[in-house]
């Protein structure tokens, strides 16, 4: 029987401007899909809305640089997104885009409808403009230092460290990032959203929404209490939505991009004949917005806002599930720095489902950094999930097979330990029910895990190799027929496989979740076959991951052994001779307890000649390596300072931030 409740789902609108890496799914994506499929088996009325962002300057510079119009060039990344996604295992109701027919409408609906309520006013602003490329820079275009926080690099709307949004002419030090040369004031007229005119019913949601996540609204509400600015929603760009009556400047794309999550939804009841006012605009509906915590403040604070006010009885996110980054082996990903596994790079080695599981494994309910280990992702998938449920499925269907000619036995009265683990596992159910309905998928996996654990006790104790129990593998069959149910929308792809090897209908995905523990598979069903479901990760599939950060995480992971054994020798050396081998490497000369030759990655900072007779801290204890054909018998220390790969010159400069190179 259908339920009535409703349930709309969007994930943060992935930009179509580069391919993503493994911190990107963690954190909304996967998240969001897991939460889909739950209340889809839940029988809710689920919608599930995503499309890829399209407009904004990053877009229009990368296309430029490509020699590609921005329609080709986003029209490329969509096309990406959807196969990548498809492959990850994503199951949107649909994957729209920001660039669309119905996204310029409503647009331009709502810019209309907030600037007749009085949320919106025209005002003269300055704004920065590069003499030397002619041309105003809207805020992409522009970097420099954050005001809030001191943060280097950062762009003109937004700190990347901190969080802060801020308004034109507010970034410090700032450089045209086309030329480099410091950019000018010039006036000119932008529309602007009265963010703080909405203060009040923003405080009111945030106070009276329970469901919000509390580490979040607590930094939000301290926003709030600083004080709100009101935003600049207009840019002199030339890729986006024509502003009404400007022929230069175009909307914001913090504008038109949430606006997709409606346009979106408008597109697909269309197709599907439903009514999107449904979804957006009735009470019985509940919203979810998964998002990562670099856009908290547009979520929690902007988009509310932008609801509110066309007064258009618009409904505002029940919850909006934010999680923090992931690093890799301890440090941010970083493409410039060789630093990063995409997604692509994952699914040449390993099934989707492995990166499924290990996200879910290690992103708990909160906007807390979380850290992705190539050793630790090889435990606990072969600890975890093979050892525990891999090795209970292929043990129950082997049994059946072997002993009772792949057919369900005839279960005699079932005894206490029968019926004890019945009632064990379907309590367990509930709880992971009540986990997911919080969104709480991290210690809803692992509650999944120890029913898992519970009917592999059972098992265990009842010991069917040697009593060729019936009662044992007809409960067995059936309780893993639960955790199908109950671990697709963490790992579909192997629980669909485990679906058909037990010879059921239709797949894991698509049954109902109240009915997953009912006993279903009866006497004389037949399975089709009792294959390993899963292969262990071994240390050659690891390296071939580690092989994609090369020598960054070799250099690394040697450091670490030596400090680990507090046998690292360090030592201050002078650098006596230094030749170019590349762009990259240097061949250096170094007197230290001895002469050495040590290879070095500094050639892009560095010139071999302002190298000559400089001190540095060298290791001398590291086992000789050949690095492009030379043996390098020794590292130099390095640091990160200010972007820039700094060599340290005293034992003092060295801190946790040191690197070899």
């Not at 939505?241 to 697909?268: C, H, L, M, N, R």
């Not at 050793?375 to 043990?395: H, Q, T, V």
């Not at 009265?413 to 009632?423: M, Q």
């Not at 929308?489 to 698509?510: D, M, R, V």
């Amino acid at each position: 029987m259908k339920r009535e409740r409703r349930i709309l789902i969007t994930a943060a609108l992935p930009y179509a401007n580069g391919k993503y890496h493994l911190g990107h799914a963690r954190s909304t994506y996967l998240p969001a899909d897991i939460f889909a499929r739950f209340q889809k088996l839940n029988k809710a009325d689920v919608a599930y809305i995503c499309a890829t962002d399209e407009h904004g300057t990053p877009i229009l510079l990368n296309a430029e640089k490509d020699r590609k119009k921005p329609e080709e060039y986003v029209k490329y990344w969509h096309n990406y997104f959807d196969k990548l996604f498809k492959e990850f295992g994503l199951i949107y109701d649909i994957f729209y885009r920001t660039h669309s027919k119905e996204n310029k409408k409503l647009t331009i609906e709502f810019f209309n409808k907030a600037k007749k309520n009085g949320y919106i006013y025209e005002q003269e602003i300055e704004q920065y403009y590069c003499e030397k490329d002619k041309k105003f820079l809207p805020d992409r275009y522009v970097t420099g230092k954050c005001p809030y926080c001191n943060a280097e690099d950062q762009y003109s709307d937004y700190c990347e460290d901190c969080g802060k949004a801020f308004m034109s002419g507010e970034i410090l030090n700032p450089k045209c990032r086309l030329c480099k040369a410091k950019p000018v004031m010039r006036k000119s007229m932008h529309y602007f959203f009265t963010l703080n005119a909405l203060k009040k019913e923003i405080s009111n949601y945030l106070q009276f929404n329970e469901y919000l996540q509390k580490d979040v609204k607590n930094y939000v509400k301290q926003w709030i209490k600083q004080g709100l600015k009101d935003w600049d929603i207009t840019r002199n760009l030339e890729w986006g939505f024509k502003v009404p009556g400007k022929k230069e400047q175009v909307f914001y794309v913090w504008w038109d991009a949430p606006i997709g999550y409606i346009s979106s939804t408008i597109k697909w009841a269309k197709q599907t004949k439903k009514n999107w006012e449904d979804y957006w605009k009735s009470k019985k509906t509940e919203i979810y917005h998964f998002i990562g915590k670099d856009i908290v403040y547009h979520h929690y604070l902007f988009w509310p806002a932008m609801l509110m006010s066309v007064k258009d009885k618009y409904t505002l996110p029940k919850m909006i599930p934010t999680r923090g980054y992931l690093n890799l082996e301890g440090r941010k990903f970083s493409k410039s720095r060789n630093w990063s596994i995409t997604l692509e790079d994952f699914f040449k080695v390993f099934p989707a489902d492995y990166l499924r599981f290990y996200l879910t494994m290690i992103t708990p309910q909160a906007s807390s950094d979380a850290n992705f280990s190539l050793n630790e992702f090889k435990k606990r998938i072969n600890d975890d999930l093979i050892a525990n449920f891999g090795n209970l499925s292929r043990r129950a269907l082997y049994f059946i097979e072997k002993f009772f000619d792949k057919k369900v036995p005839k279960p005699t009265e079932l005894d206490a330990k029968d019926k004890g683990v019945i009632t064990d596992v379907k309590k367990q159910h509930e709880k992971i029910t009540k986990l997911l309905e919080e969104v709480r998928l991290m210690k809803a996996l692992q509650e999944v895990l120890k029913c898992s654990s519970i009917i592999n006790t059972y098992f265990q104790e009842k010991e069917p190799w040697k009593t060729k129990n019936p009662n044992c593998l007809y409960v067995t069959l059936n309780l893993i027929k639960g955790l199908c149910i109950e671990l697709s929308p963490f790992i579909p792809f192997s629980t669909n496989e485990l679906w058909k090897s037990i010879g059921l209908k239709g797949k894991a995905e698509e049954q109902d979740w109240s009915k997953a523990f009912e006993l279903s598979i009866k006497a004389g069903h037949e399975i089709k076959s009792s294959k390993p479901l899963y292969k262990l990760v071994s240390d050659e599939e690891i390296k071939k991951l580690k092989r994609v950060l090369g020598k960054n995480l070799e250099l690394k992971e040697e450091l670490v052994e030596l400090k680990n054994f507090k046998k690292i020798k360090l030592r201050i050396g002078s650098i006596q001779r230094a030749e170019r081998i590349n762009d990259k490497l240097l061949k250096l000369k170094v007197l230290a307890d001895r002469e050495r030759i040590m290879i070095a990655g500094i050639g892009e900072q560095y010139n071999p000649k302002e190298l000559l007779g400089k001190k540095v801290v060298v290791i001398i204890n590291l086992k000789p390596k050949v690095i492009a054909g030379i043996k390098s018998e020794g590292m130099v220390l390095a640091a990160e300072k200010k972007g820039r790969i700094v060599l340290l010159t005293t034992m003092k400069d060295i801190t946790e931030n040191a690197v070899v190179l």
